[in-house]
């Protein structure tokens, strides 16, 4: 079995204090740094981000304070020794000064260590001071194996950064672990979610919240939505696991508004703008400007990132293409919860895989009964255990050609819910039978409130095997753990083994996947 990595190497270390003393100007609850202004040089403290790396690829993310011209080097050694130079993008207002370089041509299965620097774009010789970071690309070779952790559900519920406690611990923790990527699964901010200095928990305690003008209102306009996703760069936690671990990230509906689905017109007096097709072209253009996304220029969430022989990740967009959210009944729904074109290209790509294992990142579960009010549901399932109908429908065809088609490997990994589980579908125990067994894992929050675990939906035959979740609605990080997933690919013998993880290093659970199979 592939060895557990529980913190990088010295040398590793030292880049991440490199990435750490150039971000440091961010103090918790400021949105600016009056010393950068002063320096007359621009500067990188919102630190640096990878996403969508692959075997020779890979996106670096960075915000400067003013104006600038990104430029990165990577490296084989923390030296910079021979560095291999990119000129990036020219930062300014109309990206709210960030901006993302593709790194190509880059060696498999190699630590990579990059520096930005943002140059003045008048006098290329005035720089600030570099950003470190330092990234793993995909390996080319199956025996190598793959790490990689999960989770979703950050800064909501009234729950932000709390100096208190330290802040966004998990991330801490997680960046220990030292994965290979962290997929994230939607909810990565909660833009319609105000926060509260203080908030008075159940037992007395008080929960303090670093403050800023956009997370004290919900977002409307495109200012306050990069507010939003700017605001979780203030935890140092964060900045430290960016610098480490690339990503691959989803959104859900709270980087728009909570529920929200496409022709929506708003009944909620708190939003002067009530068409939500409005808010979430906002909201789309500043989740691209702040995270490191493959497809962005493309205009499309849903994307696959090869990682190596052994893994292949279908990033599912289960909130762009869906219909309305409604009591679920339909005998015959073309859109569902995926649309028809993005459906059609699920199929194309899992046929076309030859990865061992195809993980099917959802942002919202299949089986777990997720109500949007007094009558409609938010998710696939609608507490109708009889025959697929509604959201359902597309999904029992895409189980049907899983099987037909006889794809092995298919996992599906997802958060939202706000507690963790495992569930287990099967076709003797389903109303719709034409399906291969598969297995679905649920991990989250991050850092946001935890919830009671939902009823299941018998259309698919799952059982609950695991589930860990507090008994009462919006249980603070201070009085409940986080949670988020770990998967762990054996590079010798192609097993799969997923772990449940609660905040404070504890395995909840743990399962161990077989390869080569079209069900479990």
Known sequence: MQLYRPDPSPARRTVLRGSLAASAAVSLGARSAPAQARSGRPRAAWGVQTGDVTSSSGLVWVRSDRPAR????????????????????????DTDCTGTTALRGLPPGTQ??????????????????????????????????????????????????????????????????????????????????????SVTLPDGRIWRNVMTEEKAKVAETLDEYRGVFRYNL???????????????????DHEVRNNWY?????????????????????????????????????????????????????????RTYRNANSPGRQPDDTTGILGAEQLAWLKRELARSRAVWKVLAADMP??????????????????????????????????RFIKHRRITGTLWLTADVHYT??????????????????????????AAGGFPANALDGTFGPERVFVRAPQRANVSPMESPQYFGEVDIDG???????????????????KVLRPGRVGQ
């Open 421 to 446: 589980s495992a569930q287990h579908y099967l076709p003797e125990r389903a109303a719709f039978k034409d399906f291969a067994p598969f297995w679905e894992f649920v991990s989250g929050p991050l």
């Open 234 to 252: 203030l935890d140092h936690n964060v900045r430290a696991f960016n610098a480490q671990v690339p990503a691959i990230v989803q959104w859900d």
């Open 262 to 318: 496409p022709g929506q017109i708003l009944d909620d007096p708190r939003y002067g703008e009530k068409d939500v097709d409005v808010l979430a072209a906002r909201a789309g253009r500043a989740f691209g400007e702040y995270f490191p996304v493959s497809t962005v220029s493309a205009g499309r969430m849903h994307r696959v990132v090869r990682h190596g022989p052994l893994l292949d990740v279908f990033v599912l967009d289960m």
């Open 112 to 197: 990579i260590h990059y520096r930005v620097t943002l140059a003045d774009p008048d006098d290329p010789r005035r720089t600030g001071e570099p950003v470190y970071g330092t990234f793993r690309t995909a390996p080319a070779r199956r025996r190598d194996g793959v790490r990689f952790l999960w989770s979703g559900d950050i800064a909501g519920q009234g729950w932000g950064i709390n100096p208190d406690i330290g802040g966004f611990r998990a991330y801490e923790e997680m960046r220990r672990l030292d994965p290979d990527f962290f997929l994230c699964s939607g909810d990565t901010v909660y833009a319609d979610g105000p926060l509260l200095p």
């Open 366 to 399: 299949l089986g777990l009964v997720v109500p949007d009010g007094a009558v409609d549901f938010e998710a696939v399932a609608q507490g109708d255990p009889g025959a697929p109908l509604g959201r359902e429908l597309q999904i029992a065809e895409l189980l």
């Open 492 to 510: 010798d013998s192609g097993e799969l083994t997923v772990r449940l993880r609660a905040e404070g290093g504890t395995v909840l659970f743990g």
């Open 70 to 93: 990104m430029v990165v080097e990577t490296s084989a050694t923390e030296s910079f020794r021979h560095p291999r130079r990119w000129e990036g993008p020219l930062l300014g207002p």
